[in-house]
């Protein structure tokens, strides 16, 4: 057992505190001793059957200098955060921030790139949890598309996207899948997607018995289940009136995607024809019946989306007996948290709130998620086939909770008190401190040319390190740049004052110094401060487009105080 002995402590200088303080408490230091122990036991069968693959061969179970330090830089053995589900998963699915896509069809940019089923099977691998369908019917009017409206994006047929969704849906997480439509066909279409819907998924479709939920169901209740939400059909539709068609002759080459939406004054608002919520209901004048196939479309609609007439703050009511879902242009939440911020909060307390990106982002960028996830925003929608910054944030935010695309939404944003509502604009006191240490990184040589940063030299590497956060918490700051080496050590610390640590992601850059050019992009993570463990641990790093590098990490450690 002496090894064993050698590793545990060891492990307790890697583990940060986790082992000591645990031990330090009163009536626990025996127990706590045990569990380390029994932790460095395991970390010891673990780096030898990986490294040796004939461990139950050797009679004295020993690391060498060499195992350890495979240990130490292994973001499976010693990983910054924990891979698994932990949080509460039986409230109701307005609780917690869901992994949201945008336009999840689209395999490039939004005008004109083809619409496929690929870049959503991709989508459901990464673990996102919110596929947007924009459906239309086909040139003969006898069928259904999955396109981009009014752009010269190519179609794929509906049909072939239900069947990719049914086949991958779960294959990263078991928590609900959710279909949002937008929506543009004729009853009699309208009729046969209800019917592709049941006959594609079966079993796995849920949807309420009534109309209307008062309260959603949980991620746990909906385990493999696949969820509808989009506009009900109108209960009658006839010729369009004279004030409709006025509206639409003046559509010009800026509307492409629809107006953005409209400037959020009480007053007045403009109806949105892309991806914001209009009326549910047709004047009374305009009242009839259903078609038995608009009632079987309507049947399978298990969240209402809509945006009720008479502006912001109706659009923002809590309504007892029902939930819904509202769509905000990222420029229209911007507009609502600056003159209702609060009566946001309170409304995705119980209701759904997706927020879409800004019409004129062509090229499929992304906006800043943090904005809508401070408001309690669970649909944060993201061109996932774009890449920046925004998008590494967004991949940060739902590693959290083992991945599973369900993050629970923080306790003080569904504090439900009329005078503790939570205001993001409120002066915070500093909750709590991360002092973070980057001591070396590796695995560049392995994973890049020779000659792909310097023609001639070695990579001149610098770390940058920093928080997003609430606006009060966002910093960055950056290493001093180590010349000519492939595994620089830097070993330098950083300390970081929190106001809102639930909130807060921790981003990691590298890059490589270079003179005359544009300094070389050399690696990048996100990671929830929230879940950080601490101690000394491997951080992987991934490449511009949210891809895992096979070998390049760094040695982080990481403290709260």
């Known amino acids: 057992m002496g090894s064993y002995r050698n590793v545990h402590v060891l492990h307790e200088e890697v583990q940060g505190d986790g082992g000591r303080a645990t031990a330090g408490r009163q009536g626990g230091i025996q127990q706590a001793a045990a569990s380390a122990e029994s932790d460095a036991e395991r970390i010891v069968e673990q780096v030898l059957q990986k490294r040796h693959h004939i461990a139950k061969l050797i009679s004295r179970r020993t690391l060498t200098l060499d195992d350890f330090h495979h240990y130490l830089f292994s973001p499976d053995l010693n990983p910054p955060f924990r891979d698994q589900v932990h949080q509460d998963m039986t409230a109701p699915l307005s609780h917690y921030y869901i992994y949201t896509g945008h336009n999840s069809y689209l395999t490039g940019n939004q005008l004109s790139s083809d619409c496929s089923d690929v870049p959503i099977i991709k989508a459901l691998k990464r673990g996102v949890r919110v596929v947007e369908l924009d459906i239309w019917p086909n040139s003969t009017k006898d069928n259904v598309h999955v396109l981009h409206g009014r752009t010269l994006t190519t179609p794929v047929e509906l049909i072939k ?14 928590y609900p899948v959710i279909i949002t439509l937008e929506d543009h066909l004729t009853p009699d279409l309208q009729a046969k997607v209800a019917q592709m819907l049941i006959q ?11 109309d209307c ?22 209960e009658y539709r006839k010729a369009k009136t004279a004030n409709e068609k006025e509206h639409d002759s003046h559509k010009s080459e800026e509307d492409l995607w629809g107006k953005e939406p409209s400037e959020l004054t009480e007053e007045h608002e403009d109806d949105d024809t892309s991806d914001s919520d209009s009326s549910e209901d047709n004047s009374h004048s305009n009242r009839g019946s259903f078609s038995t196939g608009e009632h079987e479309y309507k049947r399978l609609i298990t969240i209402h989306a809509g945006k009720p007439k008479g502006g912001l703050k109706e659009a923002l009511k809590v309504e007892l007996d029902k939930v819904r879902r509202l769509s905000l242009s990222e420029q229209a939440l911007e507009k609502a948290a600056e003159s209702h911020g609060t009566d946001v909060v309170r409304f995705t307390q119980k209701n759904i709130l997706r927020v879409y990106p800004k019409g004129t982002r ?4 992304n906006y800043k998620p943090l904005i809508g996830w401070m408001h309690g925003a669970q ?7 774009g890449y920046g910054r925004s998008l590494w944030l967004m991949h940060g935010m739902f590693r959290a909770n083992g991945g599973c695309g369900y993050v629970k ?3 003080f944003i569904m504090n439900e008190s009329d005078n503790q509502i939570f205001d993001p604009k409120a002066k915070l006191p500093v909750k709590k401190t991360l002092k973070v240490k ?16 310097d023609l001639y030299s070695p990579p001149d590497f610098y770390t940058r390190v920093g928080i997003a956060g609430v606006p009060a918490d966002e910093i960055m ?16 610390e950083f300390t970081f004052p929190l106001r809102v640590p639930e909130l807060a992601l921790l981003r990691v850059e590298v890059h490589e110094y270079d003179m005359s050019e544009m300094d070389d992009f050399g690696g990048q993570t996100c990671l929830p401060v929230s879940e950080l463990r601490q101690g000394i641990r491997a951080v992987p790093l991934f490449d511009r487009k949210g891809t895992k590098y096979n070998s390049v990490r760094l040695l982080m450690k990481f403290e709260f105080i």
């Open 477 to 492: 700051k950056k290493t001093k740049k180590k010349e000519d080496d492939w595994t620089p050590v830097w070993e330098e």
């Open 379 to 385: 649909m944060v929608a993201f061109n996932m086939q």
């Open 409 to 411: 939404k923080p306790d």
């Open 362 to 365: 062509f090229n499929s960028s």
């Open 161 to 174: 996207c239900l069947k990719s969704i049914q086949e991958h849906a779960f294959s990263e997480s078991p």
């Open 438 to 453: 980057v001591y070396m990184g590796d695995g560049w040589h392995l994973d890049f040319k020779q000659t792909h940063f």
């Open 200 to 210: 594609t998924f079966g079993e796995m479709l849920f949807y309420p018995e009534s």
């Open 213 to 234: 939920l008062k309260e959603l169901p949980s991620p746990e209740e909906l385990k493999y289940k696949i969820i509808i939400s989009t506009k009900p059909p109108k």
